[in-house]
């Protein structure tokens, strides 16, 4: 590694990369949950598998298009995408001088979106489009911009949660396969950022494709467990 973070700089950069990429999926996968239950009468179609595999519980007392408007813009609710948005915001500020101010800007723009939607009470998804742009860009930006330690923070925490996601929404194998080789070139790269002990048990648990193909809850309860303990930052 050829540049020196402090131990605070390395955990926001993982977890900038890491929300960066909540993000930018969740609102995808919000846009599909979305498409599904927009031509049913409110209240008919739980939205609790999307919920459930975020491990979000919300009562059945509550109507698709509320449990719907919480999960995007309840600041007091952390999964939801208002939130990913202002954490993303908090550790943008601490990185600003690492990250610089065009990667900062693409960032403030979706933060003052989701607020400004928040207080309309938008609840067309579709206008948080320009949302997903501006992280796409922010990637972008970061891919020109940063180098080194820096970048190399960034991916891994964007690899992880994309990783995250792929099981938790029950995508093929292969697409995991694809996202570890990736992780993998940097734990060869960057040994020292992983537990190496926690990296083999990952590795020999996604070798087992009949069990996750299965989406057997206890297993992928498991290697999410695991997954989310590899990096050391």
Same mark, same amino acid.
């Given at each position: ?5 402090? !131990?605070?700089? !390395? =955990? ?20 599909? !949950? #979305? ?23 919300? @009562?059945?007392?509550?109507?698709? @298009? ?16 208002? @939130? ?12 600003? @001088?690492?990250? +610089? ?69 029950? +995508? ?13 070139? #940097? ?19 996604? =070798? ?26």
């Amino acid at each position: 590694m050829n540049t020196v973070i402090s !131990a605070n700089k !390395a =955990n926001c950069l993982f977890w900038l990369g890491r929300y960066a990429e909540r993000g930018y999926l969740m609102l995808h996968l919000m846009r599909r !949950a #979305y498409d599904e239950v927009i031509d049913v009468p409110v209240g008919e179609v739980p939205y609790s598998d999307f919920l459930e595999k975020l491990d979000v519980y919300v @009562s059945s007392e509550f109507t698709t @298009s509320y449990q719907m408007m919480a999960q995007i813009y309840d600041p007091n609710t952390v999964t939801s995408l208002r @939130s990913i948005i202002e954490f993303m915001m908090d550790n943008a500020i601490i990185l600003r @001088s690492e990250i +610089y101010s065009e990667s900062f800007s693409y960032i403030e723009l979706c933060r003052d979106l989701i607020r400004k939607k928040a207080d309309s009470k938008e609840m067309n998804i579709t206008e948080l489009q320009p949302i997903t742009d501006w992280l796409l860009a922010f990637w972008g930006s970061i891919r020109e911009r940063t180098y080194g330690q820096i970048y190399a923070l960034l991916e891994i925490g964007r690899l992880i949660e994309h990783s995250d996601m792929i099981i938790r929404f029950d +995508y093929k194998i292969n697409r995991l396969e694809e996202s570890w080789d990736l992780i993998k070139k #940097y734990i060869k790269a960057e040994p020292e950022l992983f537990d190496m002990a926690k990296v083999e048990l990952f590795e020999k648990q996604i =070798n087992e494709k009949e069990k996750y193909e299965k989406h057997d809850k206890d297993y992928k309860d498991f290697i999410l467990t695991i997954l989310n303990e590899i990096v050391l930052v």
